[in-house]
C-alpha cells in the first residue's frame, strides 16, 4: 500500500515537472517581441580621443570656439590638443613631432601650409569622406574652394584640406593723422596709385616728427593682385607681370621721408604711419591698440587695371593618414565649416566665416568691438584675386630669395627694372633646378 502511494506521488511530480521545464526553457531562450511603436535603439558610439595639432587656435579660442560646441555635437570625442598652439609652419617642428611618434589625428593650419603636411603624411585626401558623406563644397567661398583646386592637384589628391576661415588684407588707416594734416580720409576701391597721392600729402616731418603715409606692402602680395604665377608646370620661372608691381612699390616706397620706415611700429606704437596694410586675422590680435586709437579700415588698394584686393589665405584642417579614426577625424572637421554656431564664433572673434553667409560675415569683430559699420563694409565689399596656378616651389624661400634680391637693387637705384627682373629670374631658375634635382 505505501508502495502504490509513493507511486502515485513520484508519477505526479514528473507530470508537473513536464509541464513546467517547457516553460521555463522558453523564457530564457525566447526574446520577447517588441511591444507597438516601440523600436531597437542603437549602441551609443565607443568614446574616442582625437590627438589635434592645432596651429589657429589660442587658448581661449581653442575652447569657446572648437572644444565646447564640438563637444556638444560629438560628446563621445574628446580632442586632445596636446601642449597648444603649434608651429604647423615650422618643417622641423613636424618632423621632430613624426620622429617623437606623437603624430595627430587632425591638423589645423593654413592652405600653403600643405606643402608642408602633403609629403609628410599628415594629410590624406578628404574627397572620399566628402562623397561619402554628401558634403555640399558649393556652400563655401568660391575663391576658397578654387584655391583649394589649385593646390590638390600638387599632391595627386581631389581635396587635400578644408577651408575652415578666409583671410585677406585690408586698409587700416589713423584718423587723427588724416585730421591733423587736413587729408581727405581713404576710400574703398581706392588705388595704388591714389594711396601714393596721398600718401605724399602726408609724409613730412612737423614738430621734429617724421610722418608717413602710406607703407605699401610686399612685392608678393602686389602680385597676388595679378594672380602672378612665378613657376609653370614646366618648372620653368617667368617673372612677367611683375614690373608694374616693382614700378608701383618703388613710387611708394621712394617718396622723400618714406625711407627707413618700419611699418607696424610705426602704425601701432608710434602712431606716425597714416595707412597701413594688414591681415584682416591679424586686426582683431592687436584690437587693445586699435582700441585706443582713432581708426578707419577700408579695402586694400587695387590696381586700376586689376580691381581686385589680395588672394585670399584661407585657414584649413587636414586629416592625417596615419589616424585609426578617419572617418570620425571628417566629421569633427565637416562640422566645424557646416556649423553655424561655430562660423559665427569664428567670425565673431576676427576671421571671416567660409561660408557663403552675410548674416555671419556680419558678425565681424563683434567680441572685440572692432566690427565698425566701416570695417563691415570693406570686407563686404573686398573681392578676391583669382588664385594663381600653384607650384611646389612658388613661395619657397630659397627660390624667392633673387628675387627679393633684385627687389632691394631694382628700389635702391643699383640696377634699373629689366636687368633686376632678369637677374632675378636667372637665379630663381638655379634654385629651382636646385630644388627639383635633391
Not at 118 to 132: E, H, N
Not at 137 to 143: F, P, R, S
Not at 401 to 425: C, E, F, Q, S
Request: a neutral charge.
Amino acid at each position: 500500500m505505501k508502495v502504490r502511494r509513493f507511486f502515485w506521488r513520484v508519477a505526479a511530480f514528473l507530470a508537473t515537472a513536464a509541464v513546467l521545464l517547457p516553460a521555463c526553457s522558453s523564457s530564457s531562450t525566447t526574446k520577447e517581441e517588441p511591444k507597438a511603436g516601440e523600436t531597437d535603439k542603437a549602441a551609443p558610439p565607443q568614446p574616442i580621443t582625437l590627438k589635434v595639432m592645432n596651429g589657429l587656435f589660442n587658448e581661449k579660442d581653442w575652447q569657446t570656439v572648437v572644444v565646447e560646441p564640438l563637444k556638444k555635437k560629438f560628446p563621445h570625442i574628446t580632442l586632445d590638443q596636446g601642449s597648444g598652439v603649434a608651429r604647423t609652419a615650422d618643417q622641423k617642428f613636424l618632423e621632430d613631432t613624426i620622429a617623437g611618434g606623437n603624430v595627430p589625428d587632425i591638423v589645423l593650419s593654413g592652405v600653403v601650409q600643405s606643402q608642408l603636411m602633403a609629403p609628410l603624411g599628415l594629410a590624406q585626401d578628404l574627397a572620399p569622406y566628402i562623397k561619402k558623406n554628401k558634403l555640399d563644397m558649393t556652400a563655401y567661398d568660391n575663391t576658397a574652394v578654387e584655391t583649394l583646386k589649385k593646390y590638390s592637384p600638387i599632391y595627386n589628391m581631389e581635396t587635400v584640406t578644408l577651408p575652415l576661415y578666409i583671410n585677406f588684407k585690408v586698409l587700416l588707416y589713423n584718423k587723427d593723422l588724416f585730421d591733423k594734416f587736413a587729408v581727405p580720409y581713404p576710400k574703398n576701391h581706392m588705388t595704388h596709385d591714389e594711396a601714393i597721392e596721398l600718401s605724399k600729402k602726408l609724409t613730412r616731418s612737423d614738430g621734429g616728427v617724421q610722418y608717413y603715409g602710406y607703407g605699401a606692402d610686399s612685392y608678393i602680395n602686389l602680385g597676388g593682385q595679378y594672380s602672378l604665377s612665378y613657376i609653370d608646370k614646366t618648372n620653368k620661372v617667368s617673372l612677367s607681370g611683375m614690373e608694374k608691381v616693382f614700378e608701383t612699390l618703388k613710387a611708394a616706397m621712394t617718396i622723400p621721408g618714406m625711407q627707413g620706415l618700419s611699418t607696424t611700429k610705426a602704425f601701432n606704437t608710434d602712431k606716425t604711419l597714416a595707412m597701413y596694410t594688414e591681415w584682416l586675422a591679424s586686426v582683431v590680435q592687436n584690437a587693445a591698440v586699435y582700441r585706443d586709437m582713432k581708426w578707419g579700415m577700408v579695402t586694400y588698394p587695387e590696381f586700376k587695371d586689376r580691381p581686385y584686393q589680395t588672394e585670399v589665405d584661407f585657414h584649413s584642417s587636414y586629416v592625417t593618414k596615419t589616424t585609426k579614426y578617419p572617418d570620425q577625424a571628417f566629421e569633427v572637421i565637416a562640422w566645424m565649416i557646416q556649423s553655424e554656431e561655430i562660423q559665427s564664433l569664428i567670425t565673431r572673434s576676427g576671421k571671416v566665416t567660409v561660408l557663403k553667409n552675410k548674416d555671419i560675415t556680419a558678425l565681424w569683430g563683434k567680441d572685440s568691438g572692432l566690427g565698425t559699420e566701416e570695417a563691415l563694409k570693406a570686407i563686404m565689399e573686398t573681392k578676391m584675386a583669382p588664385p594663381h596656378d600653384i607650384h611646389p616651389l612658388d613661395r619657397k624661400g630659397t627660390v624667392l630669395t633673387p628675387l627679393a634680391a633684385a627687389y632691394a637693387d631694382y628700389i635702391n637705384g643699383t640696377k634699373d627694372l629689366n636687368v633686376a627682373l632678369r637677374d632675378a629670374t636667372e637665379g630663381m631658375q638655379k634654385a629651382v633646378n636646385s630644388e627639383l634635382g635633391k
